[in-house]
């Protein structure tokens, strides 16, 4: 049976951090949650929020600041990748968006992307999301990089190039918990 899911963002609640995003990786449950402060009908900054809620590992942003450019509108969505990695101890993430120029009237929702990154675990760690392991070789095999995992920021920016063929007809959360689409709300 199908359902239909979504989720809400108010832009104009300054004072709490909202959920837009689950999801699992390296066995461990997390969500990421969003502040936006906003000038006028201009959206001047995103702050995200990571929680990791269970699981052996913490997960956090690969970045205090991320970029502005990543972020753009694709027809009636605002798109926001979530750049993150088990070795990183960001767990806030600023967009200053003050010279971007986006307008809150320009878009209807939200279209959040999880960029999972390799974890730099200098064979302490098995890394179970980007390797496998052959029973006949001591060196780990690289997986083929599905959906929502990047290899570094040059593989970042490619896909983030490609991204407009994703985001069309997307409903909440999809792609396995990769993306997530939030409907952005006024009052």
Known sequence: MSKELTGYVKIKEKEKYQFIYASKCYDTFFSVYAKFTEEGEKIKEIELFIVNYDGNLNLGFITNNLNPKYV?????????????????????????LSNSNISTTNFSNFFFLRFLFPSLF????????????????REPQRNNLEFGKVADMVD????INEIESHVINHKAIGYNCVTSLIEKIDN
């Open 156 to 159: 970042f920016d490619a896909r």
């Open 122 to 137: 200098n064979n302490t760690l098995f890394d179970s999301e980007f390797y496998t392991r052959q029973r006949d070789s």
């Open 72 to 96: 753009f509108t694709i027809e009636t969505s605002l798109f926001v990748p979530i750049p993150i990695s088990a070795d990183n101890k960001y767990d806030i993430m600023k967009i200053d």
